[in-house]
């Protein structure tokens, strides 16, 4: 399974298949939707993929999305932080998963110098918004 997911990233990847799509309003990073294509094996569910860029010291605030979400960097280093758990750390080559609606604390570029890049790789059901912001804590 991994290697087959190692595969279909590396594919995306040196296609360079890579349509302009407008960034996202509710994030501050370069989104770009690179695929999008229903399952047939899971009707009414689509897998999305899309790169996110990072500039230096950038992050998003707090999200969570839908359905299963599949992270690989792909350039430089990105701290990640799901529900309570510590942030983590991941670098070029490296991956991460997250189930639906898990809360996504912190993800940032790990780097106050150096861009950072992610591939990540969205199964959720169809028409569903895929980033949705959590609440500011009072």
């Known amino acids: ?44 569910t689509d897998v999305t993929v899309i790169t996110v860029d990072y500039a230096p010291g950038e992050s998003t605030p707090p999200h969570e999305h839908p359905g299963e979400t599949y992270a690989y960097v792909l350039k430089g280093a990105v701290v990640s932080q799901l529900d309570d758990e510590p942030p983590h750390t991941f670098t070029e080559g490296q991956m991460w998963s997250e189930t639906p609606h898990q809360r996504h604390m912190v993800s940032r570029n790990a780097s106050a110098t150096e861009p950072a890049r992610l591939l990540v790789f969205f199964i959720a059901p169809h028409g569903e918004k895929l980033t949705t912001m959590l609440p500011a804590k009072p």
Request: charged share 20%; no cysteine.
């Open 1 to 44: 399974m991994k290697r087959s997911l190692i595969a279909l990233i590396a594919l995306f990847v040196l296609s360079g298949f890579v349509p302009a799509i407008a960034d996202s309003a509710d994030l501050p990073t370069s989104i770009r939707e690179v695929f999008r294509q229903a399952l047939p094996d899971r009707p009414g």
